[in-house]
């Protein structure tokens, strides 16, 4: 059998191994011990993870989880395992080398080493990193690549790498945005204000430089041209904040409560900033910022899937790892 010499490596978030306190606690303790999600001094941060995040929040995620899992285990990790397999019968057919796929996340499983491991065993010499956070952050991106270096340094050979920043303004990402937007409002039978919602991150953050807000606003002003929307049709907001400290800003809860004082009672929710659907995206916001809307005085609220395993997201991930390997074949 001919061997693959290239390779394409999938990097997402993670999660929970299941819907349960143990295996939410094991998750949450990797996760929030990134000095990149959470960049306090671990002398101070260590003992408020320890004795009380990792004691009060495992329960109440778990139930949260137990919400949104599937038959075949977690959405992020079932949706993203289909988007893969989609991909490699794609790639298959359209090149004449073979290239191998694997899909690993950044904590949890499957591992980095496991994906790892299986592009050595096909071959591989040549891997193109393909982070699935469309915008970069160095809490997202940057911490995938820590990951994927660490899990490097006992290998003694290490493989080229190619890794992509990100696709916040790629044609066919908003195109594919813009489309999922069309396909709702010919659903629900009309055009609503659009919400665009991004998971948020500590102002200071981006003081420090990390380029994630003005990346999501990119995303949301060509999606909103593509769409050819006036200003006052369309909000950009941040959810999903954390702590006392300032995140950025309008935030997504806050902004959606007021909205049916100023005349906007029937929105339509899009979450740009998630490649595959998740926790954030199934419980957050189509059921708490849902419920909120509609507690004061909204009519009408629908969230907008992600591209998840679409043909469109196909697409776009073709045209990308096609790009990107080029000087490869």
Same mark, same amino acid.
């Given at each position: 059998?001919?061997?693959?010499?290239?390779?394409?490596?999938?990097?997402?978030?993670?999660?929970?191994?299941?819907?349960?306190?143990?295996? /939410?606690?094991? *998750?949450? #303790? +990797?996760?929030?011990? $990134? =000095?990149? /999600?959470?960049?306090?001094?671990?002398?101070?941060?260590?003992?408020?993870?320890?004795?009380?995040?990792?004691?009060?929040?495992?329960?109440?995620?778990?139930?949260?989880?137990? !919400?949104?899992?599937? $038959?075949?285990?977690?959405?992020?990790?079932?949706?993203? @395992?289909?988007?893969?397999?989609?991909?490699?019968?794609?790639?298959?057919?359209?090149?004449?080398?073979?290239?191998?796929?694997?899909?690993?996340?950044?904590?949890?499983?499957?591992?980095?080493?496991? %994906?790892?491991?299986?592009? #050595?065993?096909? &071959?591989?010499?040549?891997?193109?990193?393909?982070?699935?956070?469309?915008?970069?952050?160095?809490?997202?991106?940057?911490? %995938?690549?820590? =990951?994927?270096?660490?899990?490097?340094?006992?290998?003694?050979?290490?493989?080229?790498?190619?890794?992509?920043?990100?696709?916040?303004?790629?044609?066919?990402?908003?195109?594919?945005?813009?489309?999922?937007?069309?396909?709702?409002? +010919?659903? !629900?039978?009309?055009?609503?204000?659009?919400?665009?919602?991004?998971?948020?991150?500590?102002? =200071?953050?981006?003081?420090?430089?990390?380029?994630? @807000?003005?990346?999501?606003?990119?995303?949301?002003?060509?999606?909103?041209? +593509?769409? +050819?929307?006036?200003? @006052?049709?369309?909000?950009? /907001?941040? @959810?999903?904040?954390?702590?006392?400290?300032?995140?950025?800003?309008?935030?997504?809860?806050?902004?959606?409560?007021?909205?049916?004082?100023?005349?906007?009672?029937?929105?339509?929710?899009?979450?740009?900033?998630?490649?595959?659907?998740?926790?954030?995206?199934?419980?957050?916001?189509?059921?708490?910022?849902?419920?909120?809307?509609?507690?004061?005085? &909204?009519?009408?609220? $629908?969230?907008?899937?992600?591209?998840?395993?679409?043909?469109?997201?196909? %697409?776009? *991930?073709?045209?990308?790892?096609?790009?990107?390997?080029?000087?490869?074949?």
């Amino acid at each position: 059998m001919k061997k693959n010499n290239i390779g394409v490596l999938m990097m997402n978030l993670g999660t929970p191994d299941a819907p349960e306190t143990g295996a /939410v606690r094991r *998750y949450l #303790r +990797e996760f929030l011990s $990134d =000095r990149r /999600v959470v960049d306090l001094t671990p002398l101070l941060w260590k003992p408020i993870l320890n004795l009380i995040i990792l004691t009060i929040r495992p329960p109440k995620v778990s139930k949260v989880y137990q !919400q949104v899992w599937m $038959d075949d285990g977690s959405p992020l990790l079932v949706l993203s @395992q289909r988007l893969k397999d989609k991909l490699k019968i794609q790639l298959t057919e359209e090149f004449p080398m073979p290239i191998a796929i694997e899909l690993a996340m950044t904590y949890g499983n499957p591992s980095v080493e496991k %994906a790892a491991q299986s592009l #050595r065993e096909q &071959g591989v010499n040549k891997i193109l990193v393909l982070p699935m956070y469309p915008q970069f952050s160095s809490t997202t991106t940057a911490a %995938a690549y820590d =990951r994927l270096m660490r899990s490097l340094k006992s290998c003694p050979h290490w493989p080229e790498l190619h890794l992509l920043e990100d696709y916040a303004d790629h044609p066919l990402y908003i195109t594919a945005l813009a489309n999922s937007v069309k396909a709702q409002w +010919e659903l !629900q039978g009309e055009r609503r204000h659009l919400v665009f919602s991004y998971h948020g991150i500590p102002k =200071r953050y981006v003081g420090k430089g990390d380029p994630y @807000q003005r990346r999501c606003e990119l995303t949301s002003r060509l999606v909103a041209e +593509e769409l +050819e929307l006036d200003d @006052q049709d369309w909000t950009h /907001v941040y @959810q999903s904040r954390f702590g006392r400290e300032e995140w950025l800003k309008p935030y997504a809860d806050e902004t959606l409560r007021a909205m049916p004082e100023m005349g906007i009672k029937k929105i339509n929710v899009i979450s740009p900033a998630f490649s595959i659907d998740c926790i954030e995206t199934l419980e957050e916001i189509t059921l708490e910022l849902g419920d909120e809307f509609k507690q004061h005085g &909204g009519v009408a609220f $629908d969230y907008i899937p992600a591209l998840n395993d679409s043909s469109d997201q196909i %697409a776009l *991930y073709m045209s990308l790892i096609e790009e990107h390997i080029k000087n490869w074949t």
